[in-house]
């Protein structure tokens, strides 16, 4: 089945850093990609969506300027966490689809502490 | 804005019963996803579904697009069901909401 890759797994950072997130599909081409982040015991939620080669569509209340999002090629989207705080700490996990009409294929998650 | 209702939160139940996690969701959509959650985190997208009712294995998932409603059925559950079930309405050209998941254990 399709597989979408993500790393790191697991990232530790110094507040004030910057924190680049990989996610790569693997044997299908992701024009459509999302990011997401959960907190402990809470739902998912969405962060942005991004289609290749287009700028990324963010939800209400997250920051473009923090978040940056980068889908440059139809396998590879990033997500880089600027100018890390505490309370930035949290599970990012990325989502990518085919065509409009196929289902999503999820990453493993990233969990990001920042110290 | 899509407010998801998942029913029940919490569910313990022995190896082998029939479980039944149910989902309701108010704005109407063109797809649903059934996703399954490990304790790491990790997240399996079990269903996409836009009408009528799909099987996988032990798993069923059925929708009923009219009264904005789905139901997950695990037949012959197993302790390796056990996961966090997350019904989320969206799909297509509709982004995803996601409802706060059922937690399942399934006990030997």
């Known amino acids: 089945g399709a597989v979408v890759s993500q790393h790191p797994s697991r990232v530790i950072c110094k507040s004030g850093t910057s924190v680049k997130i990989e996610c790569r599909s693997l044997d299908f081409q992701a024009t459509t990609m999302f990011w997401y982040r959960q907190f402990p015991k809470q739902s998912l939620m969405l962060m942005a969506t991004?289609?290749?080669?287009?700028?990324?569509?963010?939800e209400q209340g997250v920051e473009k300027d923090k978040f940056l999002i980068n889908h440059a090629s139809l396998t590879l989207s990033t997500l880089t966490v600027t100018s890390a705080h505490p309370e930035d700490s949290s599970f990012y996990i990325c989502s990518a689809r085919g065509t409009l009409d196929s289902p999503l294929h999820f990453g493993n998650g990233t969990r990001l502490t920042v110290t | 804005k899509n407010e998801v209702e998942q029913s029940p939160q919490n569910l313990t139940a022995q190896e082998g019963e029939f479980i039944t996690i149910n989902c309701s969701y108010s704005?109407?959509?063109?797809?649903l996803h059934w996703l399954q959650q490990h304790p790491g985190g990790g997240i399996v997208s079990l269903f996409m579904?836009?009408?009528g009712k799909k099987k996988h294995g032990r798993l069923i998932a059925t929708i009923n697009i009219q009264e904005k409603h789905s139901s997950l059925h695990i037949t012959a559950s197993h302790p390796r069901d056990s996961a966090v079930y997350i019904c989320a309405p969206g799909g297509g050209a509709d982004g995803l909401t996601f409802g706060k998941g059922t937690h399942l254990i399934i006990q030997p």
């Open positions: 991004s289609n290749e080669g287009s700028k990324a569509t963010y």
């Open positions: 704005v109407g959509i063109s797809a």
């Open positions: 579904l836009s009408s």
